[in-house]
């Protein structure tokens, strides 16, 4: 298995620009996780799907920010425009729930580290 | 509102020695609790979970975790360290909840630095 795949790596784009972040889950998973790092806030949640449907987007810092998931393989995290504020690690990550007593693990993606200047 | 503490931001230990990376938490009701570990430039690698059952959980690389509800720490352990181990590890939670939010809460992150 190829594990999480995300794209690009490495992003690095002007204040006001639009940037795509990209991620594509193990095959088979049901949920999608979009993380953000940063060293002042660490690691924070932005925003997750189940089976292609968000689910809580209460870490989306605000209208600058939207996510999708067209399919199961494939989600996308956008900001437009971007700010220098916006520059971070952000990671994806997938899991599949099984039962309530097996708990499903996270596997976390490389990353996408985005620079905005 | 679910939180997890890592009150050490650096642990340095001497190669060879054991070594422990302290994590509490607080949830409602059961804790899911996970070790992350993550190297530079790279993406967070599970190393180890608690859901039920042993208090002890055995992971990856021999690691371990011991799970003590009493105190609400879920410390990171390994009998010998090695200079590879260098690294940022992070500690998670979620609560057991079946409408709980599946989203992992994680610590800040301690950096273990172990010398030759």
């Known amino acids: 298995d190829a594990g999480v795949i995300q794209s690009p790596r490495h992003e690095v784009t002007e204040m006001g620009q639009e940037v795509t972040l990209r991620c594509k889950p193990i095959?088979?998973?049901?949920?999608l996780f979009w993380y953000r790092q940063t060293m002042m806030r660490g690691l924070e949640l932005l925003i997750y799907?189940?089976?292609?449907?968000?689910?809580?987007d209460s870490g989306m810092p605000e209208d600058r920010f939207s996510a999708k998931m067209p399919n199961a393989s494939f989600s996308t995290l956008k900001i437009q425009p971007s700010e220098p504020r916006d520059s971070a690690v952000y990671f994806c990550?997938?899991?599949?729930?099984?039962?309530?007593?097996?708990?499903?693990?996270?596997?976390f993606g490389p990353g996408t580290r985005l620079t905005v200047l | 509102a679910q939180s997890v503490a890592q009150p050490e931001d650096q642990v340095n230990v001497a190669e060879g020695n054991p070594l422990t990376v302290k994590c509490t938490y607080s949830?409602?009701?059961?804790?899911?609790l996970f070790w992350y570990v993550q190297y530079p430039n790279r993406g967070l690698q599970f190393l180890l979970k608690?859901?039920?059952?042993?208090?002890l959980v055995k992971g990856s690389y021999g690691f371990e975790a011991e799970f003590n509800k009493s105190q609400t720490s879920f410390h990171l352990k390994k009998p010998s360290a090695l200079v590879s181990d260098s690294a940022l590890y992070f500690c998670?939670?979620?609560?057991?909840?079946?409408?709980?939010?599946?989203?992992?809460?994680f610590g800040s992150g301690t950096r273990l630095q172990v010398q030759p």
């Open positions: 095959s088979g998973h049901d949920y």
């Open positions: 998670a939670v979620r609560d057991s909840l079946p409408t709980g939010r599946r989203a992992l809460t």
């Open positions: 990550a997938s899991s599949l729930f099984l039962t309530q007593a097996s708990t499903d693990t996270q596997y």
């Open positions: 608690y859901i039920t059952g042993d208090n």
């Open positions: 949830v409602s009701g059961n804790p899911y």
């Open positions: 799907f189940n089976n292609n449907v968000p689910i809580d």
